[in-house]
């Protein structure tokens, strides 16, 4: 080839590149930092990806980051919570769009299959949603600011323990962070002297609880103990309701998911009275969670920001902080960047665990109760700096 042709050639392929329709080729200095957030915004687990969505954009219009002058961008993508429709937006968000990051993961599955392309991509995948405790080991390049299905499911066994409850039922939903819910709250139990008499299961996908409360009740235990991905508790209570249980003696406890925020005031009565542990209440007490309420219900039309607009408020907060470390490079320098960060979160105190790169947080034990007209998780006791006890190493 010819000197001056090969200029030529090369100013075509810089001209493209700056016009940001660059095919193979790597970004330019001044192109945006792309960061590719897949949720589910349709489907049964669409309040998840709504939530998540609202607290990155929030997070994004209070920052406006630039890195080393070059713009952050947030490019989403709807998986309708289907895993396999994770993986392939994952593979073409790292491929076409040559993102720095991999965000979202509204459930499990979808978490567990896009791992193996951070992997080999070597692209960190932040997980803002989903919280199988084994997630995290599924590749080395996941980082969480979620929380853990075992994390929360053991404070809430010592608060039964402590409150004379002995004999148990669990319900869970059956997959990974149900299964996790299941044992570690159940084995927690056996071990402060308590009996779990029986273990009931739902399916993730269209649940019916009537035929499980019925067993619930002719088991007639003294609490049922329930886990349901964000989005059932609702539907839950309702039944729960419909079927006396409320009524019948049997006191209910749970992860928080079941009193989740985005539904909680819409639950009635029902609700008044439910114990859970979790990581993070709206009515959580400290000036950061208040400012962090008021701007996300100011942004959404009211909208009472829950668990996973947090999970993704701090997950974009460890990106943008990451690549200011990393000055704007992505892979294991975006990582490192991202590992130990220590912040003040709306939920309290975290800490990204530079070994396990899992959220080590406080863990509270809430009451649901009427403030101010409205129903809200209030926090009465509370478990510092709590690591995922899942972890195998
Ligand atoms: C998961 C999903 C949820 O909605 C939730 O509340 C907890 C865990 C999950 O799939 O990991």
């Known amino acids: 080839m010819h000197y001056r042709s090969l200029s030529h050639h090369l100013c075509a392929v810089t001209l493209t590149l700056g016009l940001g329709l660059g095919g193979h080729a790597v970004a330019a200095d001044t192109d945006p ?17 709504r939530q998540i969505d609202a607290a990155v954009k929030l997070y994004m219009a209070q920052n406006h980051p630039t890195i080393n002058g070059r713009k952050v961008e947030v490019i989403v993508k709807d998986d309708a919570g289907t895993p396999d429709t994770t993986r392939r937006l994952a593979q073409e968000l790292v491929v076409n769009d040559k993102v720095v990051a991999l965000a979202g993961f509204g459930i499990t599955p979808s978490a567990m299959a896009t791992a193996p392309i951070a992997t080999q991509s070597k692209t960190p995948m932040v997980v803002m949603a989903a919280a199988t405790s ?9 980082i969480r600011t979620s929380f853990t299905l075992p994390q929360v499911s053991v404070s809430i066994a010592e608060w039964a323990a402590k409150n004379n409850i002995k004999k148990v ?14 044992k570690y709250f159940a084995n927690r139990m056996v071990l402060n002297g308590g009996q779990v008499i029986d273990k009931l299961r739902t399916p993730l996908r269209a649940p019916d609880f009537a035929p499980v409360l019925q067993k619930v009740r002719d088991a007639a235990p003294e609490a049922l103990f329930v886990f349901l991905p964000s989005g059932q508790g ?15 003696g049997i006191r209910l406890i749970a992860t928080g998911d079941v009193t989740d925020d985005d539904q909680l005031n819409d639950m ?27 701007a996300f219900k100011k942004a959404n039309n009211g909208m009472r920001p829950n668990f996973m607009s947090v999970g993704g408020y701090d997950g974009i907060r460890v990106i943008v902080e ?10 294991e320098a975006l990582l490192a960047g991202m590992k130990g960060q220590l912040f003040e979160s709306p939920r309290g105190p975290v800490l990204i665990d530079g070994q396990t790169r899992d ?22 006791d509370v478990q510092k700096a709590v690591k995922d006890p899942g972890k195998t190493k």
């Open 234 to 248: 609702a539907l839950f209570m309702k039944q729960f309701a419909e079927r006396g249980l409320d009524k019948a």
């Open 134 to 142: 084994a997630i995290t080991e599924a590749s080395p390049f996941v």
């Open 169 to 182: 039922v669990t319900l869970v939903s059956d997959y990974g962070p149900g299964i996790d819910a299941e």
């Open 268 to 294: 009635g009565d029902v609700a008044l009275g439910v114990v859970t542990s979790h990581h993070y209440s709206a009515n959580h007490k400290s000036a950061a969670n208040q400012k962090f309420v008021e």
């Open 322 to 331: 990451g690549l200011k470390a990393s000055k704007g490079q992505g892979g």
């Open 359 to 380: 959220i080590v947080q406080d863990v509270y034990i809430r009451k649901v109760e009427r403030v101010g007209g409205e129903l809200h998780n209030v926090e009465f």
């Open 33 to 49: 930092l792309k960061i590719g957030l897949i949720l589910p915004m349709t489907g049964q687990q669409s309040s998840t990806g």
